[in-house]
């Protein structure tokens, strides 16, 4: 009896063991998004898993849901399951431990969007021009308003937010978009109401006009606390938003403002070409985003998770090494990893077809197809 049992047991292992190396076939690669309430982590999750899977490797996306601590336990369990490479968008420094520990076992990171920040532990980051995206949403404020042909006798207002401070990329983001505004500021053809940081180096203000997590709530409750405060006197002309998230939440603050009926909506920047914003921009509503091609982005960090794994040389179509005053980009305070910038391109009404004609809204594409053409 006892010999029978045995005899079963090893059957059963051994169909267990061949199982489990089927399924096992694959270098690992551990996928961590910082949150599902941004739309575009959702996508980037699912292009990075599909590009993945395409070149023969096992891949486990999770997400963070904003929760660094979260986080850290779906990068840790990626460790134990052996994987190779980690592909990190993080959701604030608090990543820094898991990722030693990653270095410690000899698991290549890959910093994904975001940089990691004070961590000497990783070596590659893969990210947009994140300097130009907000250089874009400053152009895009100054081609609304039409501020070269604007005089400071008829100035025009406009009120600021920032991405969370907790995320590296915010900062960029700001300092390029004030890089084009400033100089009409200073002019006196643009008028800041409300707080105004002149770059994010003046961190007690730029805390002002951050929107921690990138929570749209608050980025309303803020519009809402301004229409009420600084701006009750003036009517906006424009807002510097970061991304479409919180765009269309400062734009529903508007909205239900009188001041401000549809078609007399202030001039307001954004990002990630978001669907939903393509349609407001559509509609008139939010003026421009910025169009990020991610499914470029995932496309550039499997590429590069692949040339790691096989010990090549780095070349990644589509992305340049960052070199001179942009290497700062991958400047984690305690070393300058290797950033890999990919470009990203100003969209309004006039150019709403370059996301239709990239693919970029395969997941909807009967809406995309039938409101944006
Ligand atoms: C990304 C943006 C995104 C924001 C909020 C940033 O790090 O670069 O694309 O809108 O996070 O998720």
């Not at 608050?218 to 009517?235: H, I, P, S, Y």
């Not at 954004?270 to 990020?292: H, L, M, N, W």
């Not at 090494?321 to 391109?345: C, E, H, Q, S, W």
Request: with cysteine; aromatic share 8%; charged share 20%.
């Amino acid at each position: 009896m006892r010999k029978i049992v045995a005899i079963l047991m090893v059957l059963l292992l051994s169909a267990f063991f061949v199982g489990s190396c089927k399924k096992s076939g694959g270098t690992l690669i551990g996928i961590a998004m910082p949150e599902t309430h941004v739309l575009r982590w959702v996508k980037d999750g699912a292009s990075l898993q599909k590009e993945a899977e395409g070149k023969g490797y096992r891949a486990e996306v999770q997400y963070g849901s904003a929760d660094q601590v979260e986080q850290n336990k779906q990068i840790q369990s990626f460790l134990t399951q052996g994987a190779k490479v980690l592909i990190v968008g993080c959701i604030n420094e608090g990543v820094a431990s898991v990722i030693a520990e990653a270095g410690r076992d000899g698991v290549a990171v890959i910093a994904y969007d975001r940089i990691i920040s004070n961590s000497a532990d990783y070596d590659y980051y893969i990210t947009f021009n994140n300097f130009k995206v907000g250089q874009l949403q400053g152009q895009s404020i100054v081609n609304g308003l039409n501020l070269t042909a604007a005089s400071a006798s008829a100035p025009k207002y406009i009120t600021l937010f920032a991405g969370s401070p907790t995320d590296g990329n915010a900062f960029f983001f700001y300092d390029g978009a004030m890089s084009i505004l400033n100089p009409y500021i200073d002019s006196g053809v643009l008028k800041v109401i409300g707080p105004y940081p002149r770059t994010s180096d003046d961190r007690d203000t730029f805390m002002r006009i951050a929107t921690l997590g990138w929570e749209a709530d608050r980025a309303k409750q803020r519009m809402e606390n301004l229409l009420n405060g600084d701006a009750r006197n003036v009517t906006l002309n424009a807002i510097l938003a970061p991304n479409d998230t919180l765009a269309r939440a400062i734009l529903e603050a508007c909205r239900a403002d009188a001041k401000y009926p549809a078609g007399r909506l202030p001039i307001t920047s954004g990002q990630d070409a978001e669907y939903d914003s393509a349609e407001s921009i559509k509609r008139g509503d939010q003026y421009s985003t910025v169009f990020k091609d991610t499914a470029m982005l995932a496309q550039a960090a499997i590429i590069l998770a692949d040339q790691i794994l096989n010990n090549q040389p780095i070349n990644i179509p589509g992305a340049v090494l960052a070199t001179g005053d942009l290497a700062r980009i991958g400047d984690t305070g305690m070393k300058v990893v290797n950033a890999y910038l990919l470009d990203p391109i100003l969209v309004t009404r006039d150019n709403l077809n370059v996301m239709i004609d990239a693919g970029f809204y395969d997941d909807r594409l009967d809406r995309g197809i039938l409101l944006l053409n």
